[in-house]
């Protein structure tokens, strides 16, 4: 798309493909979200987007798919990649910039379906972005945050080389939860650097990142 580029953008693993669902794709990445991507006793999000019938859960990954590209500034922006293998989306995998050109500093969160956890594709996914902001983006550190109770995200960190920064406290469907914050620098990522990853498209995305 020549005014939207990021459109172009692929990052890839040996077994993932990373890039903006079209909206012709949408309502398969959403029907994997319906389908439950926590058990019901469970609340892995600050934001309880997922606890919600399944037709709601389903437009609420559509809405905010089109919000972030609706609000995208250069200076604030939140690229949400849909994970695919097999051409079968998975799950999400978002990372968003503020003030990125002189922070270097990117966050990351994600989703992943319950029918595809258990495979490590959490960590493939996760180290898929880091290399497209480490390598990519020239980012000198990447944020993340996981409840202490989020067991396989807070394990994708250690994995990865994260260190932890601390921890918050909110208030999440009435009841005080605990999140740990994480910390990468380019050094740590490239010590733990161990799933292969090709970036391509990238080049023409570069000024709505906020580095023309």
Not at 22 to 36: F, I, P, S, V, W
Not at 173 to 200: C, N, S
Request: hydrophobic share 40%; aromatic share 8%; net charge negative.
């Amino acid at each position: 798309m020549k005014h939207w580029p990021l459109y172009d953008l692929r990052v890839r693993t040996p077994r993932l493909e990373l890039r903006l669902p079209r909206d012709t794709e949408l309502d398969a990445l959403a029907e994997t979200a319906a389908a439950g991507v926590h058990p019901p006793d469970e609340m892995p999000f600050t934001v309880p987007w997922s606890d919600a019938p399944p037709e709601t859960v389903a437009r609420r990954v559509i809405q905010h798919h089109w919000l972030g590209l609706a609000s995208w500034q250069p200076d604030d922006w939140r690229l949400s990649l849909a994970v695919f293998a097999g051409g079968r989306p998975l799950g999400l995998q978002d990372v968003s910039g503020h003030g990125f050109a002189v922070s270097r500093h990117v966050e990351t969160g994600s989703w992943l379906g319950r029918a595809h956890q258990g495979n490590r594709y959490g960590v493939e996914m996760r180290a898929a972005v880091l290399a497209l902001a480490f390598a990519g983006l020239d980012a000198l550190t990447a944020g993340s945050a996981a409840h202490t109770d989020n067991a396989a995200s807070n394990a994708v960190s250690h994995r990865l080389g994260y260190a932890t920064n601390g921890r918050t406290f909110t208030e999440i469907q009435g009841r005080r939860v605990e999140d740990v914050r994480y910390l990468i620098d380019r050094e740590a990522w490239a010590a733990h650097r161990t799933v292969e990853t090709e970036i391509t498209g990238l080049e023409p995305c570069l000024p709505l990142l906020g580095l023309a």
